[in-house]
């Protein structure tokens, strides 16, 4: 019996370039992308159905391989027709050029739209590839994180309270104007600093004690009378009703009073406290 005869280079690379076609076609099949490959002369190459589908491409539109029928379809579903045809062709015109942007529809949808050149290995340009991703839910689940926070910020900057934000490490987070004007500091004087820095001394230790309470499971509410240092380097008594600031890694849900949940997109629990003068004319007690 004679020997098996060894694979020629030629069947090696006509193997290789099967492997690759295999994997390419997979991730075609398998992207949450629209993926569209237009060579140099504006003709297309390659998509996969999740183009199709992104776009609502009929078969008409995308039977001969114009890229150009395909852009004229699609043009008639975004809001800006003008702009998204102007910018793809400057696109065709210039290789060497990326692009990343967010193409919003007449539909309501948006999409991620990135492009690249593409290149053999010795640098000769041969195409563009466009990637389409549907990030609608995403937009609108970024419109209500940035809605909720507006109606939070405009919730206790209203307050007759003095509100302020401790993060888990014991930072400073945020003060509410009416905490300004009980202590006379500005946000930028005592945001980034630890909220000790604040209290008079005689008290750290207790608060202290019951902020890490807070943070391992202890009361999720608690109130404590305490003096808090003036800017001008007097002292007032304040009754401080403090809570944990905490929600699920999602909030759909309109945000709550008691559950502030947009403060943890941050990934640290927090502490807010609202301060209420006992009686701005009693004395104040020393430190």
């Not at 776009?55 to 699609?74: E, F």
């Not at 809605?147 to 007759?160: C, G, I, K, P, R």
Request: glycine residues 6%; proline residues 6%.
């Amino acid at each position: 019996m004679s020997d098996p005869v060894p694979p020629s280079t030629h069947d090696h690379a006509e193997r290789e370039r099967d492997v690759k076609a295999a994997v390419y076609s997979a991730v075609q099949r398998a992207s949450l992308d629209g993926i569209l490959l237009v060579d140099s002369h504006e003709k297309i190459i390659s998509y996969n159905q999740r183009f199709v589908d992104i776009w609502k491409v009929s078969p008409q539109s995308i039977a001969n391989n114009s890229d150009a029928a395909v852009l004229g379809a699609g043009a008639e579903l975004v809001m800006d027709r003008d702009v998204f045809v102007a910018r793809v062709k400057e696109l065709y015109a210039r290789v060497e050029e990326t692009s990343r942007d967010e193409i919003p529809l007449k539909d309501g949808r948006t999409l991620d739209r990135y492009s690249a050149p593409i290149r053999l290995e010795d640098g000769t340009y041969v195409g563009r590839v466009w990637f389409f991703r549907d990030i609608t839910e995403h937009k609108r689940a970024d419109d209500k994180i940035r809605e909720d926070a507006s109606q939070f910020q405009a919730l206790v900057e209203q307050q007759l309270a003095g509100i302020f934000i401790i993060r888990g490490d014991g930072i400073l987070a945020y003060i509410n104007p009416r905490f300004s004007a009980l202590f006379g500091y500005t946000p930028a004087e005592v945001i980034g600093r630890p909220f000790l820095d604040v209290v008079a001394d005689n008290d750290k230790d207790a608060l202290r004690r019951s902020f890490a309470e807070h943070l391992e499971g202890g009361p999720p509410a608690t109130q404590t009378v305490t003096a808090i240092k003036r800017k001008n380097g007097g002292f007032l008594n304040v009754l401080a009703h403090a809570s944990i600031a905490s929600a699920p890694p999602t909030c759909s849900r309109p945000v709550r009073r008691d559950s502030v949940c947009w403060l943890s997109r941050r990934r640290m629990q927090s502490c807010c406290t609202t301060s209420t003068p006992i009686d701005s004319s009693a004395p104040t007690r020393a430190p």
